[in-house]
């Protein structure tokens, strides 16, 4: 059984849901980002999803286009973001990791060869936002070859044809996009995505995250409430940004996020 499966099946059957952070590769530096992931888990996350930083993340609001831009001019590329997840492996082989990115660098590096990478240093899933299961005929069965979970994205319109192409593609778990438009815009309606949470799982078995507007403790206990998983992004990376001065402050100030997101989360189960 992958990490990703291990995982959901674990919660599901203590009645908890998953907390998903996102943050960009090599923000606002290279050696900044290995000791985060570690703290995350620390702090309870369960799967993390790491940015792949690119130069036109068309998906992504300025506070993620913005930590793309830091890590850019750091030097991050794909082949060095394979080589943070080989040396988070080496003091954690359980916690799942997604990379989350745009198709563009993965075509540089060649489908098969990229697949191979990833599958070497521990990658446990990919979720590609700017390539649809239309298009996924090739890329798809490669990562699922060596074990790796394609995943997904699905939107507040997507159609009942759509949802069954991403169910029967994706694998892991399918990551839910609560809002229209980009990353940290907008406010999240709760009552919204609780119906259309409930016709994906009409069609599915595979658990559903929820990202795109993801604030706070209050908002990760509402989506619990609702979904498998809770992802949280640009109220991470603004953490960051808003102490990037100080980067002892800026992990702090993530962890406590964090730590109060997984405590409003448990509590939502025990209540």
């Given at each position: 059984?992958?990490?990703?499966?291990?995982?959901?099946?674990?919660?599901?059957?203590?009645?908890?849901?998953?907390?998903?952070?996102?943050?960009?590769?090599?923000?606002?530096?290279?050696?900044f980002?290995?000791?985060?992931l570690?703290?995350?888990v620390?702090?309870?996350?369960?799967?993390?999803?790491?940015g792949?930083?690119?130069?036109?993340?068309?998906?992504?609001?300025?506070?993620i286009?913005?930590?793309?831009?830091?890590?850019?001019?750091?030097?991050?590329n794909l082949?060095?973001?394979l080589?943070?997840?080989?040396?988070?492996?080496?003091?954690?082989?359980a916690?799942?990791?997604?990379?989350?990115?745009?198709?563009n660098?993965?075509?540089?590096?060649?489908?098969?060869?990229?697949?191979?990478?990833?599958?070497?240093v521990g990658?446990?899933?990919?979720l590609?936002?700017?390539?649809?299961?239309?298009?996924?005929?090739?890329?798809?069965?490669?990562?699922?070859a060596?074990?790796?979970?394609?995943?997904?994205?699905?939107?507040?319109?997507?159609?009942?044809?759509r949802?069954?192409k991403?169910?029967?593609?994706?694998?892991g778990?399918?990551?839910?996009?609560s809002l229209?438009g980009?990353?940290?815009?907008?406010?999240?309606?709760?009552?919204?995505?609780?119906?259309?949470?409930a016709?994906?799982?009409?069609?599915?078995?595979?658990?559903?995250?929820?990202?795109?507007?993801?604030?706070?403790?209050?908002?990760?206990r509402?989506?619990a409430?609702?979904?498998?998983?809770?992802?949280?992004?640009?109220?991470?990376?603004?953490?960051i940004?808003?102490?990037?001065?100080?980067?002892s402050?800026?992990?702090?100030?993530?962890?406590?996020?964090?730590?109060?997101?997984?405590?409003?989360?448990?509590?939502?189960?025990?209540?």
């Open positions: 059984m992958s990490r990703l499966a291990q995982t959901f099946q674990n919660l599901s059957a203590s009645g908890r849901q998953a907390l998903i952070p996102f943050v960009t590769s090599g923000d606002p530096t290279p050696e980002t290995v000791p985060l570690h703290a995350m620390a702090a309870g996350v369960d799967v993390i999803e790491l792949v930083p690119f130069s036109d993340p068309m998906a992504d609001g300025p506070v286009q913005k930590a793309s831009e830091r890590a850019i001019e750091q030097g991050m082949t060095r973001v080589s943070m997840v080989a040396e988070f492996r080496k003091d954690d082989n916690t799942p990791i997604v990379l989350m990115g745009y198709l660098p993965i075509e540089f590096m060649g489908y098969e060869d990229f697949a191979q990478a990833a599958a070497r990658v446990d899933g990919v590609t936002v700017d390539m649809p299961p239309e298009e996924a005929e090739e890329y798809a069965p490669l990562l699922k060596v074990g790796i979970d394609p995943i997904f994205l699905l939107a507040p319109n997507s159609t009942e044809e949802i069954k991403m169910a029967a593609k994706g694998s778990y399918i990551y839910y996009v229209k980009v990353t940290g815009a907008g406010h999240l309606n709760t009552d919204d995505v609780k119906e259309k949470v016709e994906i799982k009409q069609y599915t078995d595979l658990p559903i995250a929820v990202g795109f507007g993801v604030k706070d403790a209050g908002y990760a509402s989506v409430r609702i979904a498998d998983g809770v992802v949280v992004g640009s109220a991470i990376i603004n953490k940004q808003e102490n990037i001065d100080d980067l402050m800026a992990k702090q100030e993530v962890i406590t996020l964090l730590s109060a997101m997984r405590q409003a989360m448990d509590n939502e189960v025990n209540d």
